[in-house]
């Protein structure tokens, strides 16, 4: 009997019709399969969880609900639907027409930001495979696995892009992102953050607000890009990108939440008190902020990039939302960068990192005043803050440069004695990590964090979001 593709595989990529394309997926699903059973989500394999699939790209498809079992899971292949005539929106080649296939003289750069890009995904999984066991709620390891699943999607919208256009290298490609593993000393996961352990709950937090937030920037300057496919995969991976954010955002707004219902109740803002009570203090809230958010700054690449200048200038990576700006060729335009040795004006072209960077930036501000209206109108005197991008930074200009959060330069004795003040400790991780139960009765919510507003497709708070075997 003929295997129904579209059934196994949703796609809108003409899969039943394409052989070569079916020969090289089928040979790498088994893959994909034993990696996820092998490093995906720890146990809850038989679980039946309230999930998302996209089954098309249309309203009614992109997100259908459903009890699955995760290893069950359609992963699907989708693009955004084409626009009619699209021309490339930026650089040397504005105006031409888009690419359907893979230009010769640009292969290597776009198979190694395709793999760039690709290998984010499964690292992510990865990183957070043991939380399940540790889930303030029912709703909460949901959204968990609902993110894990997506990640997962999201890998497999690279392999597609890697199977179908760059033939046997893509197909070997394809296989090293499941044999590159998120902190393995001899074979890591490829950019820095991905290769940090997620350990608890509000390191999760953290990282799908800071981590997932760099991923909507980076797909947003793919979505711009001359290369058709992989700007239509992108525009529709940033629909479900949506949802991430939304869980990190709403996840730390709970825990901001929780924590002044404490600090009020105490009429205290005293860290150790609030701690006793059994909730976050917003001073260890800032330090895992300080921690994801400047990793996170790191994958923006350095502040002066060639590399950058050059996607620019040949329509491979755009700026995110390249249309909000005035001058699309960037030819002559400068750039003035805060450099070490004091501000630096460059060619625009080759500040476009920072560009991206800066945009990212005004976006994560949204969350923190928010949370800072919330502790003000609690009654407190403490406002959360970003760091400088000078602060903690491992690429760029600024790496190793002995910057406090605030971006001043200290003497590197005291930035190192410091560094405990700025960034979580082991106290601080023991704390977080006591915490940690997982609460798995319907309805029910850990004491560290507040309920949501909602729930989950209409749904009520009660409900049984993941039936556990
Ligand atoms: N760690 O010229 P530069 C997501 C490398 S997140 C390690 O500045 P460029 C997601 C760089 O590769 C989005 N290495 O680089 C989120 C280069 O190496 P080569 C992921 C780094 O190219 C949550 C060298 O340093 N997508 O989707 O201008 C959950 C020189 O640097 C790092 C992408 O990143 C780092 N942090 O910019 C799940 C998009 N930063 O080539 C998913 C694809 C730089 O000299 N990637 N390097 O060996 C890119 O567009 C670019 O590679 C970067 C770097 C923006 C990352």
Redesign the pocket.
């Known amino acids: 009997m003929p295997i129904d593709y579209q059934e196994r595989i949703p796609n809108n990529v003409d899969l039943a019709n394409n052989r070569t394309l079916q020969r090289a997926l089928e040979n790498w699903q088994p893959k994909f399969l034993d990696w996820w059973r092998e490093l995906g989500p720890s146990d809850f394999l038989a679980a039946e969880i309230y999930l998302r699939t996209a089954v098309s790209v249309d309203v009614q498809g992109w997100a259908h609900f459903g009890q699955v079992k995760m290893p069950d899971y359609r992963w699907g292949i989708f693009l955004a639907e084409p626009e009619a005539d699209r021309r490339i929106g930026f650089g040397d080649e504005m105006g031409k027409p888009v690419w359907q296939q893979v230009p010769g003289e640009h292969r290597a750069t776009l198979r190694?930001?395709?793999v760039?890009?690709g290998d984010?995904?499964p690292?992510?999984v990865e990183q957070q495979r043991l939380l399940g066991h540790t889930a303030p709620s029912l709703y909460d390891l949901r959204n968990l696995f609902q993110?894990n699943v997506e990640?997962g999607r999201?890998l497999w919208a690279m392999v597609y892009l890697l199977h179908a256009h760059f033939g046997r290298d893509g197909r070997e490609e394809a296989e090293e992102m499941l044999a590159r593993h998120s902190g393995d000393a001899d074979k890591p996961r490829?950019?820095?953050?991905?290769n940090e352990p997620i350990e608890d709950w509000l390191a999760f937090f953290m990282?799908?607000y800071f981590?997932?937030r760099?991923?909507k920037?980076?797909?947003k300057?793919?979505a711009e890009s001359g290369f058709d496919p992989l700007s239509r995969t992108c525009h529709f991976m940033l629909r479900e990108?949506a949802h991430?954010m939304f869980v990190g955002d709403s996840g730390i707004s709970r825990v901001v939440k929780r924590t002044l219902e404490v600090m009020q109740e105490l009429k205290t803002d005293d860290p150790a008190t609030v701690r006793a009570a059994g909730a976050i203090d917003l001073p260890t809230l800032q330090r895992y902020l300080n921690f994801w958010a400047s990793s996170s700054l790191?994958?923006?690449?350095?502040?002066i990039?060639?590399?950058?200048a050059a996607?620019f200038a040949t329509g491979i990576?755009g700026r995110p939302d390249e249309q909000k700006f005035a001058d699309h060729v960037a030819n002559d335009a400068t750039f003035a960068l805060d450099m070490p040795g004091g501000e630096q004006t460059v060619a625009l072209r080759n500040a476009?990192?920072e560009v991206?960077r800066a945009a990212y930036l005004r976006d994560c501000q949204g969350g923190l005043e928010r949370w800072n209206r919330a502790i003000k109108a609690a009654g407190f005197d403490f406002a959360l803050t970003l760091p400088s991008p000078r602060f903690r930074r491992?690429?760029?200009a600024w790496a190793g440069q002995p910057a406090d959060p605030a971006g001043r330069i200290l003497p590197p004795a005291e930035y190192q004695a410091r560094l405990a003040e700025w960034l979580p400790t082991e106290d601080d991780k023991a704390f977080i990590k006591s915490l940690m139960r997982g609460v798995t009765a319907p309805g029910q919510m850990a004491a560290w964090i507040a309920p949501p507003t909602r729930g989950i497709d209409g749904l009520p708070l009660e409900y049984e979001y993941v039936r556990l075997q």
């Open positions: 190694r930001l395709i760039t890009q984010t995904e690292a992510s993110v990640e999201h490829i950019l820095s953050t991905f990282f799908t981590t997932d760099d991923g920037f980076q797909l300057s793919f990108e991430h790191d994958l923006f690449g350095a502040e990039s060639t590399n950058a996607y990576k476009m990192n991206t491992t690429i760029g």
